[in-house]
């Protein structure tokens, strides 16, 4: 599941509008409804911990190894890494699905 999926099913499950969740870890609303719809994914590792912390699971569980990749690129470098780094993933998947 993807980390838009599992925001936006948790948030759901916790009875949580997108408005309430944004007051909660401190973003903007428009965040959240990023976070869920634009495959954007928090710029820092403390709004993974808060997110964990309100849906009640491990931090881990929010993260896959492409979300952590995409994470650690945009904290270094910006919105240009992150973008960057979306990219390369893409490039691969394709690669290894046979493409070019």
Do not use: H
Not at 13 to 38: D, F, H, M, P, W
Request: net charge negative; no cysteine.
């Amino acid at each position: 599941m993807k980390f838009s999926e599992k925001v936006k099913t948790m948030r759901k499950e916790k009875g949580l509008s997108q408005e309430a969740l944004a007051e909660i870890i401190n973003v903007s609303k428009r965040t959240v409804q990023n976070y869920e719809t634009a495959d954007m994914y928090p710029k820092s590792r403390e709004i993974y911990g808060k997110l964990a912390s309100v849906f009640g699971v491990d931090v881990n569980y929010l993260l896959t190894e492409e979300e952590i990749f995409v994470a650690e690129a945009a904290e270094r470098y910006g919105k240009s890494g992150e973008m960057d780094a979306k990219e390369l993933i893409g490039n691969i998947s394709a690669l290894f699905a046979g493409g070019e």
